[in-house]
T-cell receptor
């Protein structure tokens, strides 16, 4: 099956710093990647949809200047949490898809803790 | 708009007993339905999907789901539960048209606990 990786798997940072999370599709080319946020024991909240080579589409209420998404190649998308604060602490999950018609394959997630 | 509902936050069953995790859906157009499982601090793993065809869909790890159009339900089932099935289960529906094509809408999740 299709494999999606995320790096790092966990990160602890100080308030005010920026953190970059990578999402890679290892054995297929992903035209579309999705970024989700999940709070403890809650469902996944879609943050943004990114298509390779174009700007990400952010969901309502998600600050695009705070959560920078780059999808520069067909196998890599990055999420940068800028000027992180404790309330940004969460589990971030990405998924990748061949295109909008195909199913999503999920990464293992990244646990972000902001002190 | 597409949506799914998982009416139970928690399901508890004894090992060896059958299990059911409920999901109902509301869609415009044909439903593309999915079940995913999540273990602690892990991403989502795909279990099964319904696109078209037989109403009974068989998936990974012995799970199956029955698509019921009249009841707009897509309940997840397994004939004999294992302790290792204990996890968080998500039902999802996918947008099949428009600007949000491909987007998944998740239920709130159901925590399944299987007791030895």
């Amino acid at each position: 099956g299709a494999v999606v990786s995320q790096h790092p798997s966990w990160v602890i940072c100080k308030s005010g710093t920026s953190v970059k999370i990578e999402c890679r599709s290892l054995d297929f080319q992903a035209t579309t990647m999705f970024w989700y946020r999940q709070f403890p024991k809650q469902s996944l909240m879609l943050m943004a949809t990114s298509n390779e080579g174009s700007k990400a589409t952010y969901e309502q209420g998600v600050e695009k200047d705070k959560f920078l998404i780059n999808h520069a190649s067909l196998t890599l998308s990055t999420l940068t949490v800028t000027s992180a604060h404790p309330e940004d602490s969460s589990f971030y999950i990405c998924s990748a898809s061949l295109d909008s018609y195909n199913e999503q394959f999920f990464g293992p997630g990244t646990r972000l803790t902001v002190l | 708009a597409q949506s799914v509902a998982q009416p139970e936050d928690q399901v508890n069953v004894a090992e060896g007993n059958p299990l059911t995790v409920k999901c109902t859906y509301s869609v415009s157009g044909n439903p593309y339905l999915f079940w995913y499982v999540q273990y602690p601090n892990r991403g989502l793993q795909f279990l099964l999907k319904y696109i078209t065809g037989d109403n009974l869909v068989k998936g990974s790890y012995g799970f199956e789901a029955e698509f019921n159009k009249s009841q707009t339900s897509f309940h997840l089932k397994k004939p004999s539960a294992l302790v290792s099935d204990s996890a968080l289960y998500f039902c999802a529906v996918r947008d099949t048209r428009g600007s949000t094509l491909g987007r998944l809408y998740f239920g709130r999740g159901t925590q399944l606990t299987v007791w030895p």
